[in-house]
């Protein structure tokens, strides 16, 4: 047999037994962990990107949010920048880094991805989470652009280091 070769039995396809559900379930309590997307709508002809002003905390950030049960990283990036700014994606985003947001919690991190190929069927309306939706020149960002935004387009366009935390 091939060290490359996989084991005759698998153990894959075998439901669960108790103790590794008990395991799981313990971890889940003991070691929970949220995730979360941000996008970073880039129009490279107008060198805008896409800011987002939630009703609920103070600052212009960029568009995301959590990843829900059963859903992938893409398909929450998916559905965040059609609630939060009536993007569609027409090509395939680049996750281009991951951040530990501590300030949000213990437990929370985020893939940030990097958007150029889209489409905004119509701009965004305020709503009860989103109160302002619109693309910005990078060298006019609102003044109220919150700190962890401004690395995140540091480090993406002027090449900064990325740093581990959000």
Known sequence: ???SDPPAVSH???R???TARLFHFYFLLRRPMTLGVRGLVHDPQAR???????????????PGGGV??????????????????NIVMSGPP?????????RSSRRDHVGLYFIQHFSQPSPK????????AGFF???????ETTPATRKRLSEVFAGETASPYW
């Open 48 to 62: 805008t990107v896409l800011l987002v002003r939630h009703t609920y905390v103070p600052g212009w950030q960029l």
């Open 125 to 132: 309306l305020p709503d009860r989470e989103i109160a302002e």
């Open 137 to 143: 020149a990078l060298d006019a960002l609102p003044e």
């Open 68 to 85: 829900e049960v059963g859903e992938t990283m893409l398909e929450a990036l998916e559905r965040e920048l059609s609630e939060e700014a």
């Open 12 to 14: 894959e396809n075998k």
């Open 1 to 3: 047999m091939n060290s």
């Open 16 to 18: 669960p037994g108790l």
């Open 94 to 102: 680049a996750l281009i880094s991951m951040h530990f947001n501590r």
